[in-house]
């Protein structure tokens, strides 16, 4: 090993630490602060993935009287946010567009809750795809207006049928995408913050996604693009609110079983939206996965979806990710256009 290190003229340490002491000592200290900075942000997000709890929903008014407001409540991750916030002592806002699936909800809701437990719930029913709609978003602005919120949860999103190129894509889908995932958001966040800034009181989730937070997502460039946009758009404003005793953040997610994703089964790194909910109302304002990874606002609280992101971020080469991305998702359109033609022929 030296003659080979002398033959290629390499020093070794010891010759180094003599002949050039400030660059031995430079060397070494760099090397002990990486695998330091390694091994503690590593404890850190094992430990808040796996023992700390975040912030109690007390904190926001939980079983005080204040309210919860879901958006896209009528099935899937929302369902499941409107039904375990109302356990935890929320009254409940749901929106979306089936009106007969809210009104089942809002049912279930007051029939579990009792004795001192007893939650108010209601519907409004909103198409976040119809920005001038006046007289819906006048409703939903009277239906609001009084009520204590100290949650909002932003949920209602919409995604490809299946993956696309943009330019095969129509113009209509995209822009209901960003008009539902961005514009509708920023409108009913507008709407609902200033109380929130008076009563000092809030917290705001906002749905993000691995696709468009963690890696970019060819053949769902639009999607992508709106969860970008919730990433920076939380990171900013929990600044600007956190003084103020509003916590802002955006879960990012992985896969979830639901109609979206189109996944049935739930595995390890795909969980039913039950344990999903269960995971982000028991980690707020913990980072997880997300922890100094550059990305203020963001969380990444279901422990395997965690792991993910913070590997992925340790592996740090985002255009294989991105690569194989693609890959999966020409995939996905293969199988979903098989799965169209199969349809079409049985009627
Ligand atoms: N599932 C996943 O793998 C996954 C992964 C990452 C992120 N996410 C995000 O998680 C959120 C929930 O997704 P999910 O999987 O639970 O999807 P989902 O089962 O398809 O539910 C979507 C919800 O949004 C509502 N919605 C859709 N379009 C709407 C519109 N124009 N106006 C009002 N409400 C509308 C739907 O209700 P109506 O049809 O009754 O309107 C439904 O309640 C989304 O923001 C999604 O981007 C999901
Ligand atoms: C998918 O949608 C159907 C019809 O709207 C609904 O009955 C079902 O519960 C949904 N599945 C999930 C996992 O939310
Ligand atoms: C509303 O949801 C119910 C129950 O999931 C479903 O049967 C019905 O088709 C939905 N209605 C619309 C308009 O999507």
């Known amino acids: 090993m030296a003659t080979i290190l002398s033959t290629l003229q390499i020093p070794t340490y010891s010759a180094l630490a003599t002949q050039c002491p400030t660059l031995a000592f430079f060397l070494v200290a760099v090397g002990g602060f990486s695998v330091a900075r390694f091994a503690l942000k590593t404890l850190f997000v094992l430990l808040q993935t796996f023992v700390v709890s975040g912030n109690s929903l007390k904190k926001y008014g939980a079983g005080k009287g204040a309210w919860a407001v879901v958006t896209g409540a009528s099935e899937g991750i929302g369902r499941e946010y409107a039904l375990q916030l109302a356990q935890k002592g929320f009254n409940v806002v749901v929106s979306a567009r089936n009106a007969s699936s809210l009104a089942t909800l809002v049912s279930e809701i007051e029939a579990k809750s009792t004795g001192d437990r007893k939650v108010q719930a209601k519907a409004v029913t ?11 978003w006048n409703n939903l602005h009277s239906e609001l207006a009084g009520l204590d919120i100290g949650v909002l949860v932003n949920n209602a999103g919409k995604s490809y049928t299946y993956p696309e190129d943009f330019h095969a894509s129509a113009r209509k889908d995209m822009e209901d995408i ?59 404003l929990a600044e600007e609110v956190r003084k103020k005793g509003i916590d802002v953040e955006c879960v990012n997610t992985y896969f979830v079983v639901s109609n979206m994703s189109k996944i049935r089964r739930a595995s390890a790194l795909i969980p039913q939206p039950k344990a999903f909910v269960r995971s982000v109302l028991s980690k707020i304002a913990l980072p997880g996965g997300a922890l100094w990874t550059n990305r203020p606002g963001v969380v990444t609280p279901f422990w395997s979806h965690g792991l993910l992101d913070y590997v992925m971020n340790v592996i740090g080469w985002n255009m294989a990710f991105v690569r194989y991305t693609h890959s999966l ?11 169209l033609e199969r349809e079409a022929k049985k009627q």
């Open 329 to 339: 998702h020409k995939d996905i359109r293969r199988r979903a256009l098989r799965k």
């Open 126 to 136: 909103m198409d976040f795809s119809k920005l001038d709609d006046a007289a819906q």
């Open 178 to 236: 960003v008009t539902i995932n961005i514009n509708s958001v920023v409108r009913l966040t507008h709407m609902i913050i200033p109380g929130m800034v008076e009563r000092k009181r809030g917290l705001i989730i906002n749905m993000g996604s691995f696709s468009g937070v963690s890696v970019a997502s060819p053949m769902l460039s639009t999607y992508a693009g709106t969860k970008a946009f919730l990433s920076s758009f939380s990171g900013s």
